[in-house]
Each structure stands twice: as C-alpha cells, then as structure tokens.
T-cell receptor, first 112, second 113 residues
Framework: NAGVTQTPKFQVLKTGQSMTLQCAQD?????MSWYRQDPGMGLRLIHY???????DQGEVPNGYNVSRSTTEDFPLRLLSAAPSQTSVYFC???????????FGPGTRLTVT | LAKTTQPISMDSYEGQEVNITCSHN???????ITWYQQFPSQGPRFIIQ???TKVTNEVASLFIPADRKSSTLSLPRVSLSDTAVYYC??????????????FGKGTKLSVIP
C-alpha cells in the first residue's frame, strides 16, 4: 500500500491564482481530512469527509473548497490564493471505527 | 470544539521517563484522546489513544483520570530519536459517527545526550 499520497510536494502561487492540492489513499478509509500547519499554530482542520459525497467544514474552512467523489480521492481547492494561505498542508485518512489517522507527507505552499 | 492546552516545550536527558500533560476541560462523554508525534518535514504519526484510565502499548502509556479533563502521555526511557513535537488530539463526537478532531499546539520535546 502507498498509504496517503499528496501532490505536489512544493508549490508557489501568485496572489489570486487558483490550484488544487491532490490527496489520495489506497486503504479504503471512509474518513479523510485536510489540515494546515503554520509555525507555532499546530495543525488546524480545514475540511473533512466521512465518505464519498459527504464533506463538512472544520476550524478554518474559508478560502478552501473540497469534494469527495470517490473513496480514494479528496482534493483541496484554493479558488483565489492569498498570502495568508502560505502554509504546509497535510491530508489524512482513517477507517470509520478506528481512531488512528494516517497522514500524507504534506504540501508546502507559498503564496506571493 | 474542545480546547486543549499543552506545555510549549520540554527538555529531558536520554534514558529518563518523560510525562507530557494535556488539558481538555470541555471534553464530552463520547470524546476520545489520541496523541501524535511529528518529526520535521513529516506528517504526524499516531502514538496512542485512550478513553479513560490507563492504556499502554509498545512505545508509550496514556493516563486519563476519572474526570477526563486532562491526559498524560508517558514515554519510558527516551532516546535522541524521540526528539519531536507531540500533539494531544481530542475527538469531538458530533453525532452520526462523525468526529471533529482538534489538535493542541504541540509540545516540543528535546532529548539531551
């Protein structure tokens, strides 16, 4: 199993550009989540999904959209990037009845 | 969301036992507690989870008092490779099997030779 994969590893955007961070898992996990990590802030939940077709907002959802059309994929979209979205983004997944989350390697995003 | 509070940093010598305490005053009956470890430039990695009393696995122990307003992660005989940031995570049960998960700000553990 590849586990949780994220692409790209690094990305630089200009203010106002859009992009999609990709996340995929091959463990057939129902739950998937997106977090952002800023220095000194720990990890903050952006959006999460409890299954295909179901998504919900986390702590800091503004400026981000998600969809879950398949069990495997959970892309995160930035419609109009802002410098405040400069961060490291982590995707995670877990089975429905288990508490252990599996994290991807992260995407480091810089918005200038 | 349940708020968690942890010490910002801790230092320990190799071979010592390290205890990191997390406060979560607003934890509810159906919430659970997990701890994660994170090395630089990597995603967090699960260490242990618990609901009440004491849980032990091959790498750590988790102590949760009866009121569940705090939890303590115990790492026995730490080594240099245990230098990392440790996060306390509270699972907030929001119905229908859906959990929102809140990370604390993490405790940076530095192990000294």
């Amino acid at each position: 199993n590849a586990g949780v994969t994220q692409t790209p590893k690094f990305q630089v955007l200009k203010t106002g550009q859009s992009m999609t961070l990709q996340c995929a898992q091959d463990m057939n996990h129902e739950y998937m989540s997106w977090y952002r990590q800023d220095p000194g802030m720990g990890l903050r939940l952006i959006h999460y999904s409890v299954g295909a077709g179901i998504t919900d907002q986390g702590e800091v959802p503004n400026g981000y959209n998600v969809s879950r059309s398949t069990t495997e994929d959970f892309p995160l979209r930035l419609l109009s990037a802002a410098p405040s979205q400069t961060s490291v983004y982590f995707c995670a997944s877990r089975p429905r009845d288990h508490y252990e989350q599996y994290f991807g390697p992260g995407t480091r995003l810089t918005v200038t | 969301l349940a708020k968690t509070t942890q010490p910002i940093s801790m230092d320990s010598y190799e071979g010592q036992e390290v205890n990191i305490t997390c406060s979560h005053n607003n934890i509810a009956t159906n919430d659970y507690i997990t701890w994660y470890q994170q090395f630089p430039s990597q995603g967090p990695r699960f260490i242990i989870q618990g609901y009440k009393t004491k849980v032990t696995n091959e790498v750590a122990s988790l102590f949760i008092p009866a009121d569940r307003k705090s939890s303590t992660l115990s790492l026995p005989r730490v080594s240099l490779s245990d230098t990392a940031v440790y996060y306390c995570l509270v699972g907030l049960y929001s119905g229908a099997g859906s959990y929102q998960l809140t990370f604390g700000k993490g405790t940076k553990l530095s192990v000294i030779p």
